[in-house]
């Protein structure tokens, strides 16, 4: 089959890397790709939001699957507008109305509330009822979660510990769009104690498999310090994530939600991320997303043995229950190397310079591009380095090794990954 995917960031090279290795692939084309998946394939100049640019391209180049790697396309609808201007070609994500999940906290937090799928107690507060999100405030302890309504790139969420900030910036947020039309609606939450993990779950709207567990880290400063990011690395599989838990995982969290999308109207096809909160064994849900989070891209799919070809037809196909998922037993760590000022203003185009690569290492380009037969920067997360261990101290030590080596001007990362794991495994 021919695939079209759509992205630029390191998911995109992730997938884009183990596409190019399946049996069931013929062409991959990426639009618009990134400095390192023209090695896997051909890239596009294509904008993944011009549906019928998109729709032009795929039939002139016989596209049979097109994989949307971020959420912009499907919370703008490409599976329903597919469905009914060329259902030939298939799209492997859900429908505009799933979407809606990751699209919409507001949306997302009412679902839950009305399947019973434990969560933050919330309040939606707008434009309207800004004085009544105030008081809500007043009635939570520290510290206070603001989360813009709409996708904010994954910046949209603010954590305070003081109350007069809270909600001076719950007015910046909704009175002066502090994240653009994304924060005309905000979603207060009270504050989730515990550890937080990802849990990544593929379905093809019957069937649904578990996609594996990751732990990623949002802020740009080591120690959890600083502002969130789009995140600087992962580890995988969560060591605190063990049978029990994820029992109650997916007796509380995954059957519910793909249950209660079923029962109206709207099965779930895809890859659906759920962000957890492991508060004393317990599961709370942060938030959904509507597609592979990106870094846990870069720890879980490293570990996965399973044909993505055949993963990705199984989803569009609906016959996952015939695919058996199998993974790597080894831990895998990764690091982002991210431009300096990131994630505020940044500068592009520093040359890279990536030195030959252990086998156990899997470097993925997000923010690059090539330029007179160089490699340069192109964006703020730049690339990742992650490596297979047999334990996770030992992984952590390879990929931060590699990292070092890796060199372009104004070179950041974080050397504190999985550091706090390995407390609670240890402590």
């Not at 013929?26 to 394939?41: E, Q, R, V």
């Not at 508060?279 to 709370?284: E, Q």
């Amino acid at each position: 089959m021919n695939i079209l995917l759509l992205g630029s960031g390191g998911r995109e090279h992730a997938y884009a890397l183990y596409l190019s290795r399946s049996k069931k692939v013929s062409h991959l084309y990426i639009a618009p790709g990134n400095g390192g998946t023209d090695n896997c394939g051909t890239n596009i100049n294509l904008n993944p939001l011009d549906f019928d640019s998109v729709n032009e391209f795929c039939l002139t180049h016989a596209v049979d699957v097109i994989l949307p790697g971020n959420e912009d396309p499907l919370v703008a609808g490409i599976v329903d507008y597919f469905a009914e201007k060329n259902p030939s070609i298939k799209v492997a994500g859900p429908s505009k109305w799933c979407a809606q999940l990751e699209g919409s906290k507001s949306f997302s937090k009412k679902f839950m509330e009305s399947h019973s799928i434990p969560t933050a107690a919330y309040k939606e507060v707008n434009q309207k009822n800004i004085v009544e999100g105030e008081q809500f405030l007043e009635k939570l302890t520290p510290p206070y979660v603001l989360k813009a309504d709409g996708l904010a790139a994954g910046k949209g969420v603010l954590i305070l510990d003081n109350l007069m900030e809270a909600k001076q910036e719950l007015k910046l947020m909704i009175e002066e769009a502090k994240f653009g039309a994304a924060s005309s609606t905000v979603v207060i939450e009270e504050f989730l104690k515990g550890i937080e993990l990802s849990v990544f779950v593929v379905s093809d709207g019957e069937t649904w498999k578990l996609l594996g567990s990751a732990k990623d880290y949002k802020r740009i400063g080591e120690g959890d310090t600083g502002l969130n990011t789009g995140g600087m690395g992962a580890i995988s599989p969560v060591p605190f994530a063990n049978d029990e838990f994820m029992k109650k995982v997916e007796q509380q969290v995954i059957v519910p939600t793909l249950d209660g999308l079923r029962s109206e109207g709207h099965p779930y096809k895809g890859i659906l991320f759920i962000g957890l909160m492991n508060d004393a064994g317990n599961p709370s849900v942060v938030e959904y997303n509507v597609r592979m989070g990106d870094p846990e891209t870069e720890a879980i799919f490293p570990r996965l043995k399973t044909d993505m070809g055949e993963l990705i037809a199984a989803v569009v196909e609906g016959n996952l229950k015939e695919v058996e998922l199998t993974y790597d037993e080894r831990v895998a760590a990764s690091v982002f190397l991210v431009s300096q000022g990131y994630p505020e203003a940044y500068e592009k185009g520093k040359e890279i310079s990536i030195p030959s690569i252990e086998n156990n290492v899997v470097l993925l380009q997000a923010g690059t591009k090539k330029q007179n037969n160089h490699l340069i920067t192109n964006g703020g997360r730049v690339l990742s380095v992650t490596a297979l261990e047999d334990t996770m101290q030992k992984a952590i030590d390879a990929a931060m090794k590699t990292a070092e080596k890796v060199t372009f001007t104004g070179k950041t990362y974080r050397r504190d990954i999985g550091q706090d794991l390995l407390k609670l495994k240890n402590g």
